[in-house]
């Protein structure tokens, strides 16, 4: 696993989050940095606010106070558009969230294809303009040898289609998860455990720099568990920035490299696993992992 | 265009003389049997071109129908959205509260009367009969189709939305990929029940003199005097329409089922 070096700036700083439904304060006045390969795991009891925390991380929850500092901009401003922020964010939520009228390979491309189609086809245009002007100036500096290079550039470069780059990628993951005879087959005849890798991996094919996972395993049958775990531990040892809430302690014990135990608003313990499930500190947090385990 | 038909059935039978021959057995038969119904029949039908009546009847019902459907539907997606848009996000009150009050006005008034003010007062100086129908029964509908399309919305599970917005799409792309063909799929049954009424429902505007279907079967009756066979002539016309209209409307369905989990097999 890859080093946290905490020297550097945190990837995902929090601030004195809050946040209030109604009359209700669900999250008070948090404040946490995550760095860049950390596997932060919220845990706590029901009610603690931890899915909401994690909702407000990338403001599908409106924080009501405080500061998100991702990429240096405080995303929690409701100035900023959040949308280019939510880009390098994925999230993973408990009811998989597949877009049910799209097979399962048009719902891992169909985010890069929308938000990068315009920027790739000016890319392209830009070079295929710069190859043109090279190609003038060598032309008329007399440079041959030059000017056949380039004339075999332009000759060679294949015609855009990023469409087709991005089903390449959305069926480079599919393979990865084992699941490529299910790419044009919609998510209804799916099973649970294949619909939430699916999920993972539609994250994943944004190139995010944190992923989120909100309680991916509960809405889960029990033996469809440990696939799912398992495709988010390895993409946790690859060096994924995660934060995940989850109920599934031994996991969070194996895949966390610090855990939050959250209670009624506030992070009431930190630590690494050991920490907090060999030695707890606080009552709360003895008393849930009491329940719990 | 229908008088064109009708000169030329004309010319056709000038040669082959098919009217007089069915007069004949028609005026055979019932005299043989002591009846007077295909006579009746006859004379709501053949006689001076009648049928060319039923005929002009249904294109002008179609023409109000298409058309109010057309207005209808575009008019009151527009209107679902921002009374959605304006549920999830709040941003678009002034404009929701224009959408809510155009629908509650629209569905609350009998559509006679709405069809007489606009007819008699607003397009007081057209006379393009079939447009006003048109565009009353469009506005009209719009206000339905408002309402169907809206529970179409909020039968799309939140997540999906929540599911697009955390890839980094914004609202409107979100919106016209993956929230709005589930809410049409989901309309889809109400949405064709409100075509088929709309057909039938257009019968409304012979109140103001517009030849549609409904108006022929009276203009008629006020020829021959008989009134049953019009009256059950319109009617099957209009059965007949309403049924190739659903057989139509069931392919749509269909091609939309293809996500569902049996892919739309029966």
Known sequence: ????????????????????????????DISTDIYKGE????????GSGKSTFLRCLNCLEDPDGGQIIFDEVDIADRKVNINVHRQNMGMVFQQFNLFNNKTVLKNIMLAPYIIYK???????????????????????AGDREKASQITERIEKRPKFNYKAECRQRALELLRRIGLEDKAKVYPSTLSGGQKQRVAIVRALAMNPKVMLFDEP????????????????????????????????MGFAREVGTRVIFMDEGVIAEEGTPAEIFDNPQNPRTK??????? | MIKLLVSLVNLIDSYLGIKALILNVVTEIDSFFGWRVLKSIYRATIEQDRWSLYLQGIVNTLLIAVVAAFIGVFVGVLLSMIVFLNKKTGKLKPLAWIANTYITIIRGTPVVLQLMILYFVVFASWDNGILIGAITFGINSSAYVAEIIRAGFESVDDGQREAGRSLGLNTWQTMFHIIIPQA????????FNEFITLVKETAIVGYVGIMDLGKIPGLIQSRTFEY????????ILYLVVVMILTLILRVIEKKFAKS?????KK
């Open chain 1, 287 to 293: 008393q849930f992992l009491n329940a719990v385990l």
């Open chain 2, 228 to 235: 049953l066979p019009p009256l059950i002539i319109a009617a």
């Open chain 2, 260 to 264: 569902d989990r049996n892919g739309g």
């Open chain 1, 217 to 248: 395993t509960s809405a889960l049958d029990p033996e469809m568990v440990g696939e799912v775990l398992n495709l988010i531990k390895e993409v946790a040892d690859e060096g994924m920035t995660m934060v995940i809430v989850t109920h599934e």
């Open chain 1, 1 to 28: 696993m890859a080093e946290i070096n905490k020297n550097e700036q945190p990837i995902l700083s929090v601030r004195g989050l809050k946040k209030v439904f109604g009359s209700n304060v669900v999250l008070k």
């Open chain 2, 184 to 191: 049409l799929k989901n309309s889809l049954p109400p949405l």
């Open chain 1, 39 to 46: 596997k932060v795991v919220v845990v706590g009891a029901s």
């Open chain 1, 118 to 140: 315009k920027r790739k086809k000016k890319a392209y245009k830009a070079e295929v303009k710069a190859d043109e002007k090279a190609l003038k100036e060598a032309i008329l």
